[in-house]
């Protein structure tokens, strides 16, 4: 399966004009899997240390491919924003991936939270995204406008926090730009930053 997908990112690679190669948060899509024949062959014990075992496989197979073809071409992922969730759930080790060569030039986690969010308060998870990068995998925020005047389901008392402030986006905006240990920021999606009624609360800041 590696080498299969390892194959399609050559072929991109190789013959179009790209500035990098970019990936998702989908990596188990689910923690009821059916892999237990292939957990059984592989002689581990531990099925999640086997799991992530493997997506950092994947992830370093395509980091190698992309860079074996154009070192210049960038490779980069964008996980979902609770580092927790990530390890436990999705399998995904992106401290390890932050905090040592070879995997990826960039990491993009995906902090769709506000600040009053009950599980995932955007200072907070910021913070905890700092606090495993090293600084050589350069670490861009992801943000969302998405949210911008709707209700946040997931997000316990903050729930009606985009409803009631119009600068949510745009206050991470500026946390994370003022902010030396984070390398840049990134904005989903394109059409609800572009809205007419959200673009320039989102854009206020520059």
């Not at 009950?118 to 200072?123: A, G, N, T, Y």
């Not at 406008?145 to 402030?165: L, Q």
């Amino acid at each position: 399966t590696v080498d299969i997908v390892c194959r399609g990112i050559e072929e991109i690679v190789r013959n179009y004009n790209v500035d990098g190669i970019h990936i998702d948060d989908y990596f188990y899509p689910s923690q009821e899997v059916s892999d237990a024949d292939e957990f059984k062959k592989s002689g581990k014990d531990n099925i999640a240390d086997w799991r992530r075992e493997n997506i950092n496989v994947l992830v370093r197979s395509l980091y190698n491919t992309v860079k074996s073809i154009n070192k210049g071409i960038l490779f980069g992922i964008s996980p979902q924003g609770n580092i927790e969730t990530d390890y436990e759930k999705q399998y995904a080790d992106v401290e390890k991936w932050l905090s040592e060569g070879g995997y990826c030039d960039y990491i993009v986690p995906q902090i769709y939270y506000g600040y009053e969010n009950s599980e995932c308060p955007f200072e907070e998870t910021l913070d905890g995204w700092k606090s495993i990068s090293d600084g050589n995998t350069a670490l861009i925020i992801g943000l969302c406008t998405y949210k911008n005047g709707t209700e946040d389901k997931w997000a316990g008392k903050g729930a009606d926090e985009w409803i009631i402030n119009d600068d949510v986006t745009s206050r991470q905006v500026t946390d994370c730009t003022d902010d030396p240990e984070v390398d840049g920021i990134a904005l989903y999606s394109y059409s609800s930053t572009f809205e007419d009624e959200v673009s320039s609360a989102v854009m206020a800041s520059g």
